[in-house]
Nanobody
Framework: QVQLVESGGGLVQPGGSLRLSCAASRRIFSLYTMGWFRQAPGNQRDVVAVVRSSGLTNYADSVKDRFTITRDSAKNTVYLQMNSLKPEDAAVYYC????????????WGQGTQVTVSS
C-alpha cells in the first residue's frame, strides 16, 4: 500500500505564493500519473495539474501560467508551485497517484488546506 502525505498548505495573501509537496511512502510501481486536485466547500473535486510518467504535464485552464507541477522521482515526491494566488484558489488540495497494474487504482493523500485571503 502507498501513502501520500501532503504538506505546504496555509494562509497566503492574494498575489502570494505557496509550494505544496506530496511525498509517497515508497516508490510507486506502474505509475501512470501523479497530480493535484482541489475541492472547495460545496464544490466537486477538480483536477489542478498532473504529471505523467513520461514527464508530460497538464493544467486546468484556471491555473495555467500561475502553477507549476514538478516531480522528483528519486524522492517519490511531487510538488505544486503556486504563484499569483487568487481567492478562488482557496480549497483543500489533494495529492493523487494513478497506477495501472494490476488494476487501475487511485491513491489519495489526506489533503492540505490553502487559504487565500487578505
Amino acid at each position: 500500500q502507498v501513502q501520500l502525505v501532503e504538506s505546504g498548505g496555509g494562509l497566503v495573501q492574494p498575489g502570494g505564493s505557496l509550494r505544496l509537496s506530496c511525498a509517497a511512502s515508497r516508490r510507486i510501481f506502474s505509475l501512470y500519473t501523479m497530480g493535484w486536485f482541489r475541492q472547495a466547500p460545496g464544490n466537486q473535486r477538480d483536477v489542478v495539474a498532473v504529471v505523467r510518467s513520461s514527464g508530460l504535464t497538464n493544467y486546468a485552464d484556471s491555473v495555467k501560467d500561475r502553477f507549476t507541477i514538478t516531480r522528483d522521482s528519486a524522492k517519490n515526491t511531487v510538488y505544486l508551485q503556486m504563484n499569483s494566488l487568487k481567492p478562488e484558489d482557496a480549497a483543500v488540495y489533494y495529492c493523487n497517484a494513478v497506477v495501472t497494474t494490476p488494476v487501475p487504482y487511485n491513491y489519495w493523500g489526506q489533503g492540505t488546506q490553502v487559504t487565500v485571503s487578505s
